[in-house]
Nanobody
């Protein structure tokens, strides 16, 4: 069974930093895109950042210049370095992976979510 395991959330003051990590495991042939999404209370889940297996990145305008996504293809892992955090960054952050399993079926998996809380 493929799964994503996240770590690194927590409570931080505004202006602080946190690093989120996520690793995929299971019957994975390849992962095309990995990324981070977030959902604040009462709001829809939104894209934070994605990265392809070739290193192409995409960021939400609200995090550009503050967040950096990186990936270790050999470990099927993705990280999100979050700097200059703001209270509006408070949300549950979800890891996402899209790719092919060992029988070449596409998958789109989500992690369990990790809470990030930024106090003012």
């Amino acid at each position: 069974q493929e799964q994503l395991v996240e770590s690194g959330g927590g409570l931080v003051q505004a202006g602080g930093s946190l690093r989120l990590s996520c690793a995929a495991s299971g019957r994975i042939f390849s992962i095309n895109v990995m990324g981070w999404y977030r959902q604040a209370p009462g709001k829809q889940r939104e894209l934070v950042a994605t990265i392809t297996n070739s290193g192409t990145t995409n960021y939400a305008d609200s995090v550009k210049g503050r967040f950096t996504i990186s990936r270790d293809n050999a470990k099927n892992a993705v990280s999100l370095q979050m700097n200059s955090l703001k209270p509006e960054d408070t949300a549950v952050y979800y890891c996402n992976a899209q790719g092919l399993n060992l029988v070449y079926l596409r998958f789109n998996y989500w992690g369990q979510g990790t809470q990030v809380t930024v106090s003012s």
